[in-house]
């Protein structure tokens, strides 16, 4: 029997994610379109996502904070480029974001004093084993395998190397903190709802004093240069984009930074997520089918939340018809409209995933629920009747 509710709004996606509740395209019409970014107008909006950021994440004040191209993967590369090579490096990798910065460092880089500290979807890599001498790269929220890193307990206060943290999934609905970092980054198109292709690099004063202490052997070009002449462009971190933005879009980062801001700001975003998680955990904690991918609570992310279909009949197939299964899940669901994109990531193991960060009601989560054990009986029903 198919539920009767439906979630009012089933954008359950891991980026692009949910659009803030009540959101339409009004929102934008404040922006600055056909207008020159260089121009005050421009300007003072670019400093204003910036000046919502820092005061909404608490971002300390001697971090300098802007607003670079190419989305998340642009600041991450951005900073690696930059600032690696001056000492060894250990990236820690669980899914498939960690690997591409491994990739990265290792493979493009070809950086020779690298250790690579993997571990399988679900799971983390031993935290305790990081050597600080070392530039440690790693991701806060593992999107693709829904683990995260716990806290940050294990990052050293007396660290010699940088701690640089692809914090994407993670901002916006996870405490980082900002005193044990000293790269950050993020895009806007995950907590807050927002439009990709922007990314935001965090600097803190440690790799601001790397930035203009070293210059890395091999050539920069122009979308990932932060310094000239062995100073920091402090332009870049005061509103001068590197390049050309859309204003458009800033002015949808602005809309769901005010709507951040409106719901209570960074606790009423955690708690947020963290209740969207706990709705999943008491479905999942009665529902014999499903299990989370990542074993350890601790360790489980409250905005990409990763699931394995746990059933005999599902753990029986091959890796290529489970993955056909969980496409037929999405489709029922996707043609239902209780539910768009939520089987897991191509590169993970297949199951579900399901957006929980800020953005999602939580009311939401619920209704879709009951919609999960349905398509799941639905795709289950001829292979058991065979
Ligand atoms: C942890 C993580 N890193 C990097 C990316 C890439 O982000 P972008 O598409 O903003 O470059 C994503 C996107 O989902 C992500 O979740």
Same mark, same amino acid.
């Given at each position: ?223 990932? !240069?932060?310094?000239?002449? +062995?100073?920091? $462009? ?5 509103? @001068? *984009?590197?390049?050309?933005?859309? =204003? #458009? ?96 990531? !191509?590169?993970?193991?297949? +199951?579900?995933? $399901? ?5 999602? @009601? *939580?009311?939401?989560?619920?209704? =879709? #629920? ?17």
């Amino acid at each position: 029997m198919k539920p009767h509710v439906r979630p009012a709004n089933p954008c359950f996606s891991s980026g692009p994610c949910a659009k803030r509740p009540g959101w339409t395209v009004a929102a934008l019409s404040g922006a600055v379109v056909g207008r020159s970014h260089r121009a005050k107008a421009g300007k003072d909006k670019l400093l204003e996502v910036v000046a919502r950021s820092r005061k909404l994440l608490g971002i300390p004040a001697d971090w300098r904070v802007g607003i670079v191209p190419a989305s998340d993967t642009g600041a991450v590369e951005m900073a690696l480029w930059s600032l690696l090579g001056a000492r060894g490096v250990d990236v820690l990798s669980w899914e498939s974001f960690g690997e591409g910065w491994a990739t990265d460092v290792a493979q493009q880089l070809k950086l020779p004093d690298t250790r690579l500290m993997t571990a399988p979807y679900g799971e983390l890599p031993d935290l305790h084993e990081v050597d600080w001498a070392h530039d440690v790269v790693f991701t806060w929220n593992g999107t693709t395998s829904g683990a995260r890193v716990p806290n940050g307990d294990w990052i050293s206060d007396k660290r010699e190397g940088l701690a640089i943290c692809d914090a994407t999934s993670a901002v916006f609905a996870m405490d980082l903190p900002w005193q044990k970092l000293d790269v950050v980054t993020w895009s806007w198109q995950k907590v807050l709802g927002g439009e990709a292709a922007h990314g935001m690099l965090a600097l803190g004063p440690r790799a601001v004093a790397r930035l203009e202490s070293y210059t890395p052997p091999w050539p920069l070009p122009k979308i990932f !240069r932060m310094t000239s002449k +062995g100073k920091l $462009i402090a332009g870049i971190f005061e509103g @001068e *984009t590197i390049n050309t933005p859309s =204003l #458009l879009v800033v002015e949808d980062a602005l809309d769901s930074l005010r709507w951040a801001e409106s719901v209570g700001g960074l606790p009423a975003l955690m708690a947020r997520s963290e209740g969207n998680l706990a709705a999943i955990a008491r479905w999942v904690a009665k529902t014999p089918w499903i299990d989370f991918l990542a074993g350890d609570p601790a360790a489980r992310s409250c905005t990409s939340v990763c699931l394995k279909v746990v059933d005999d009949w599902f753990t029986r197939l091959t890796p290529d018809q489970q993955r056909a299964q969980v496409k037929k899940l999405e489709a029922l669901l996707d043609a239902e409209g209780v539910a768009y994109d939520v089987a897991g990531h !191509r590169d993970a193991l297949p +199951g579900l995933r $399901i957006w929980c960060g800020a953005t999602v @009601e *939580t009311a939401d989560v619920e209704a =879709l #629920l009951p919609w999960l054990d349905w398509a799941y009986a639905e795709i289950r029903r001829p292979a058991a009747a065979a």
